[in-house]
């Protein structure tokens, strides 16, 4: 099983969210893990591929489960105040100096209570000579959330928290 | 603050943007302008044009109360108009006796009148105070411009909507001065709503308010407010020419976010694509409406989120398979200010996509720059950067034809070719115009999707 995802629904079952949005969804494994947690009212499938979307179409079918078209290059209103966003392939599609202003649009445009990143351990990252939760400190310069870090078997995961949603 | 009014354009008018205090470039451009001081040190043009200024001419600049002065006496002899604004609001209240909280420069026009008062006493001040209050009080929140009784252009601050035009409530001069706020920005300043997007009248509606690096008219409206004080321009339209007059100026207000800088940020936001989704159509400059059917809309962008270059480093799609896009910065400054990012070189095939592998890329590239520098085009053209078409012969790549730069066209590129070809031409005119990146990859879609 998957500990990375696990730990990741596991702690957004703990956060109560009820709105997510599974960006960059892939095959969908955490997705499915997600769907598991039946407070979750809305849980959105997004991703940039067409390809993927269409598989998507073969997973549980649930009220709960939307699927949309998404991209970190593109605008979309709809992603604006979610409870927690997961960019799950962020680091896998898109380039280390491309990641800063795709971050900025997600931790400030979009603006979600909780953005969660997954970097895995084999990847570069990001530009220059800064770790991984160096680079995430400087993007959130502006102290509006909160960052806690999680090392599981596979990936390094963070959580942004906006500060007035972060728990003591 | 009295009634809308209407102005007969009469022997013409000079509606100038946002003087802030700088009293020396507003000098120059009247001088450039073509007015002429008289005997009585007021300027008057010699056919008889009228000035009309969109508010702001003081705070955040050196020279706020000769600008007042300048205006009031131009006012009063019927030489110069003035609508209301934001600055000018706050000062007529404080001057008003209110309780307001002078900032954003306007506690720099305190300052001038403090020393005015060291000089000339507090008589001699009040009673200044006073003409200037009035001044500023009988500013209405926007003026229609009339030619021969009909309506052809709309002064005013910061924003209007079309059923406000020629009406007045104090809801409308608050709208007409800061513009339609629509939240707060992450630096707590004012979150601005686009309402020009809703002008459907025909009016030419000018304003200011909301600094811009260039005059370009848009949907009928054009802002004038090239950032006098921020190092920008200080901007003159003349009506009915619709020529733009400008003077060169200095970064007096040393904001910590220059708005001219924060603009170039906002222009390479992430392109919104929903509103293309059930299909679209791309206006031209040259009247033309191309139709686009968005069927496979969310392939392409899948193209371009995933496959092609990024949105931003792409101006257009070259038509046909031959040829590339060559775009070139004069320097990582300039590359990152126009694309947030730093290559030098940007080149492009017909899809939008890279043309060489990573490593031939690097060799390519330094053979291109050369050949660019070595041609002095960035130096000879002032610009930025540079477009150029390039020719595939064989596994090699030539530098052709310079297409464009931020002077303009250098081709005279025949858009009436194809439809893609057109929309070419106006991808590149749209950057030449700083037009966001979302209006440049509007066009790039639309060839994309037609081919």
């Given at each position: 099983m998957h500990t990375t995802y696990q730990w990741i629904a596991n702690e957004l079952k703990q956060q109560r969210v009820r709105t997510v949005v599974d960006f960059g969804v892939g095959d969908g494994i955490l997705t499915q893990e997600l769907l598991k947690n039946t407070k979750i009212e809305t849980l959105w499938a997004v991703d940039s591929?067409?390809?993927?979307?269409?598989?998507?179409?073969?997973?549980?079918?649930?009220?709960?489960?939307?699927?949309?078209?998404?991209?970190?290059?593109?605008?979309?209103?709809?992603?604006?105040?979610?409870?927690?966003i997961i960019l799950h392939d962020l680091f896998e599609r898109v380039e280390p100096r491309r990641l800063e202003a795709v971050l900025h649009l997600f931790l400030y445009d979009y603006f979600p209570k909780h953005l969660v990143l997954i970097n895995s351990k084999n990847l570069h990252t990001v530009e220059g000579d800064i770790s991984f939760p160096e680079w995430c400190h400087t993007m959130n310069s502006h102290q509006i959330y909160t960052l806690r870090f999680e090392q599981t078997d596979e990936e390094l995961v963070a959580i942004f928290t906006r500060k007035e949603w972060t728990r003591p | 603050m009295s009634e809308p009014k209407w102005i007969e354009l009469e022997k013409g008018l000079d509606v100038i943007g946002d003087i802030h205090g700088c009293m020396d470039e507003w000098l120059l451009l009247l001088e450039k302008l073509g007015y002429k001081q008289s005997a009585d040190d007021l300027y008057r043009h010699p056919e008889g044009r009228k000035i009309l200024s969109l508010g702001d001419i003081m705070s955040r600049g050196p020279r706020s109360l000769d600008s007042l002065l300048f205006f009031e006496a131009h006012i009063k002899a019927g030489l110069a108009y003035m609508i209301d604004s934001n600055h000018g609001w706050k000062i007529a209240r404080w001057l008003d006796g209110r309780k307001v909280t002078l900032a954003h420069g306007d506690e720099l026009v305190e300052e001038e009148f403090l020393e005015y008062e060291r000089q000339h006493g507090s008589l001699a001040t009040n009673r200044l105070k006073e003409r200037i209050k009035n001044m500023l009080l009988d500013a209405p929140s926007h003026y229609v411009i009339r030619d021969q009784g009909s309506p052809m252009a709309v002064a005013v601050h910061a924003g209007i909507r079309d059923d406000y035009i020629g009406n007045h409530s104090p809801k409308i001069a608050d709208y007409c001065r800061y513009g339609p706020v629509v939240g707060v920005q992450r630096n707590g300043k004012p979150k601005r709503g686009d309402w020009t997007i809703h002008h459907h009248s025909p009016e030419l509606i000018i304003w200011g308010h909301d600094p811009r690096p260039v005059a370009v008219e848009m949907q009928r409206t054009v802002n004038i407010d090239q950032g006098a004080v921020f190092g920008g321009d200080l901007t003159a339209l003349r009506l009915p020419s619709k020529e733009i007059v400008q003077v060169a100026s200095h970064d007096y207000a040393q904001a910590a976010i220059n708005p001219l800088d924060e603009w170039f940020e906002k222009r390479r936001k992430a392109p919104a694509f929903k509103k293309w989704l059930e299909g679209f159509t791309v206006h031209t400059e040259t009247g033309r409406e191309i139709q686009v059917e968005s069927t496979s809309l969310l392939e392409a962008l899948d193209h371009f989120s995933n496959v092609a270059l990024p949105l931003e480093q792409v101006v257009y799609l070259p038509t046909s398979e031959k040829h590339v896009s060559i775009l070139a910065f004069k320097d990582q400054q300039a590359a990152q200010k126009w694309t947030g990012l730093s290559d030098l070189l940007v080149v492009a095939d017909s899809r939008g996509c890279a043309v060489s592998s990573e490593d031939e890329e690097e060799s390519h590239h330094k053979r291109f720059y050369a050949q660019i520098e070595e041609s002095q085009d960035f130096t000879k053209l002032e610009s930025d950067w540079l477009l150029y078409e390039g020719v595939r012969v064989g596994d090699n790549i030539q530098v052709k034809d310079l297409l464009a730069s931020e002077r303009g066209l250098n081709l005279p590129l025949n858009s009436g070719e194809s439809v893609q070809q057109e929309l070419a031409v106006e991808g590149i005119?749209?950057?030449i115009r700083l037009e966001s990146v979302e209006r440049i990859h509007e066009c790039i879609l639309a060839a994309y999707l037609l081919k």
């Amino acid at each position: 099983m998957h500990t990375t995802y696990q730990w990741i629904a596991n702690e957004l079952k703990q956060q109560r969210v009820r709105t997510v949005v599974d960006f960059g969804v892939g095959d969908g494994i955490l997705t499915q893990e997600l769907l598991k947690n039946t407070k979750i009212e809305t849980l959105w499938a997004v991703d940039s591929s067409v390809e993927n979307l269409k598989s998507l179409q073969q997973l549980a079918k649930r009220a709960s489960l939307k699927s949309a078209w998404g991209s970190y290059f593109y605008y979309d209103e709809q992603w604006k105040a979610k409870d927690a966003i997961i960019l799950h392939d962020l680091f896998e599609r898109v380039e280390p100096r491309r990641l800063e202003a795709v971050l900025h649009l997600f931790l400030y445009d979009y603006f979600p209570k909780h953005l969660v990143l997954i970097n895995s351990k084999n990847l570069h990252t990001v530009e220059g000579d800064i770790s991984f939760p160096e680079w995430c400190h400087t993007m959130n310069s502006h102290q509006i959330y909160t960052l806690r870090f999680e090392q599981t078997d596979e990936e390094l995961v963070a959580i942004f928290t906006r500060k007035e949603w972060t728990r003591p | 603050m009295s009634e809308p009014k209407w102005i007969e354009l009469e022997k013409g008018l000079d509606v100038i943007g946002d003087i802030h205090g700088c009293m020396d470039e507003w000098l120059l451009l009247l001088e450039k302008l073509g007015y002429k001081q008289s005997a009585d040190d007021l300027y008057r043009h010699p056919e008889g044009r009228k000035i009309l200024s969109l508010g702001d001419i003081m705070s955040r600049g050196p020279r706020s109360l000769d600008s007042l002065l300048f205006f009031e006496a131009h006012i009063k002899a019927g030489l110069a108009y003035m609508i209301d604004s934001n600055h000018g609001w706050k000062i007529a209240r404080w001057l008003d006796g209110r309780k307001v909280t002078l900032a954003h420069g306007d506690e720099l026009v305190e300052e001038e009148f403090l020393e005015y008062e060291r000089q000339h006493g507090s008589l001699a001040t009040n009673r200044l105070k006073e003409r200037i209050k009035n001044m500023l009080l009988d500013a209405p929140s926007h003026y229609v411009i009339r030619d021969q009784g009909s309506p052809m252009a709309v002064a005013v601050h910061a924003g209007i909507r079309d059923d406000y035009i020629g009406n007045h409530s104090p809801k409308i001069a608050d709208y007409c001065r800061y513009g339609p706020v629509v939240g707060v920005q992450r630096n707590g300043k004012p979150k601005r709503g686009d309402w020009t997007i809703h002008h459907h009248s025909p009016e030419l509606i000018i304003w200011g308010h909301d600094p811009r690096p260039v005059a370009v008219e848009m949907q009928r409206t054009v802002n004038i407010d090239q950032g006098a004080v921020f190092g920008g321009d200080l901007t003159a339209l003349r009506l009915p020419s619709k020529e733009i007059v400008q003077v060169a100026s200095h970064d007096y207000a040393q904001a910590a976010i220059n708005p001219l800088d924060e603009w170039f940020e906002k222009r390479r936001k992430a392109p919104a694509f929903k509103k293309w989704l059930e299909g679209f159509t791309v206006h031209t400059e040259t009247g033309r409406e191309i139709q686009v059917e968005s069927t496979s809309l969310l392939e392409a962008l899948d193209h371009f989120s995933n496959v092609a270059l990024p949105l931003e480093q792409v101006v257009y799609l070259p038509t046909s398979e031959k040829h590339v896009s060559i775009l070139a910065f004069k320097d990582q400054q300039a590359a990152q200010k126009w694309t947030g990012l730093s290559d030098l070189l940007v080149v492009a095939d017909s899809r939008g996509c890279a043309v060489s592998s990573e490593d031939e890329e690097e060799s390519h590239h330094k053979r291109f720059y050369a050949q660019i520098e070595e041609s002095q085009d960035f130096t000879k053209l002032e610009s930025d950067w540079l477009l150029y078409e390039g020719v595939r012969v064989g596994d090699n790549i030539q530098v052709k034809d310079l297409l464009a730069s931020e002077r303009g066209l250098n081709l005279p590129l025949n858009s009436g070719e194809s439809v893609q070809q057109e929309l070419a031409v106006e991808g590149i005119k749209r950057l030449i115009r700083l037009e966001s990146v979302e209006r440049i990859h509007e066009c790039i879609l639309a060839a994309y999707l037609l081919k």
